[in-house]
């Protein structure tokens, strides 16, 4: 009996490739938007596509930094809207004015996750490569949290938190500078591979942010988790959260644990589709594009290629998205 559902959780659609912002730990503001890329109608078209499969699937619009191109932002918001599905969207804040932050809470979209990746400014902002940035983006969420509190619309405001060497060692001083942001929730994710370029499985080794000390890597997770138990804003269960302790400590991950395969489809800026945003690490192509099949069609057929994938064990199952 198949393990998946009839439709996936979440379908990741990259919007935009580019970033105003040159941080350490990605590399994706060196790409640039492709020729041939899908237009905003096909966009527009596929998210009308998925209310007709099913109105629970979520939208998550990837890639660079969406509010480079605001106008597609909100028509893609807007047609979510309409169509009645859920739909989240990533962004560094920095491009988010105070127009914007009155717009969003009823623009269609349902959670906005702004990245902070130290409670200090000098820290953050080394790791987004541009000053001024821990400003613009602790600003964006304040506001926007006070926004939305005053709206009676389907938002919430997240935070996301990359821990890396930058942050191992400050985790309460974090955990607690993120309470007081008032957000409804905060995740983390691990230090990962750039985005771009060749991988290494040895990547860890050369990487500035990768902790070092397996004693800072417990004593951070071990924060977290109090924080969790308290019932403070931690977004991931417990069980994940020991899973990134043990892959920071370069445990390895267990088959099973990326549930990526089962639950997730992505669609990248030209329109193929994945069923995990790295399976070319395990040496498989996408598995089709959505200018050629509807997404339904691709689902249903995939079972072989999902087969393939259940066992694998590379680094980006740790991920929120691929986490079992």
Known sequence: MSEHSHWPNQIFLDHNLEC??????????????????????????TIEQIADWNRDINIVLT??????RKPELYSIAQTAKAQRV????????????????????????????????????????KIRGQKGTFERASRTIRHLVSQVRNSEENVHVLTSTIIGGHNINEMEEMVAFLDGL???AY????????????????????NPLFPREARNVDSAIDAILRAKREGNGVYQKEYQLEVIRRYLKREPLLPGQCNSMDRNMMIDIIGNVRLCFNMERIGMEPISNIRSESLM?????????????????ECCGVMICHAR
């Not at 995740?187 to 050369?206: A, R, V």
Request: glycine share 8%; net charge negative; aromatic share 8%.
């Open 20 to 45: 105003n912002l040159r941080c350490i730990q990605c590399d994706i503001h060196k790409t640039k938007n492709p020729p041939g890329e899908l237009t905003n109608q096909e966009r527009l078209d």
């Open 86 to 125: 859920y739909l989240t969207v990533s962004t560094n804040g920095t491009l988010v004015t105070r127009r914007d932050i009155e717009r969003i809470p009823r623009s269609g979209i349902n959670d906005i996750v702004i990245s902070i990746d130290s409670h200090r400014p000098e820290v953050h902002d």
């Open 182 to 184: 008032g957000a409804d």
């Open 187 to 206: 995740l983390f994710q691990p230090i990962q591979p750039t985005f771009m370029g060749e991988f290494s499985s040895e990547w860890w080794k050369d």
């Open 297 to 313: 069609t691709i689902w249903n057929r995939s079972e072989g290629v999902r087969a393939k994938m259940r066992g694998c064990t």
């Open 63 to 68: 890639g660079g930094e969406p509010f480079m």
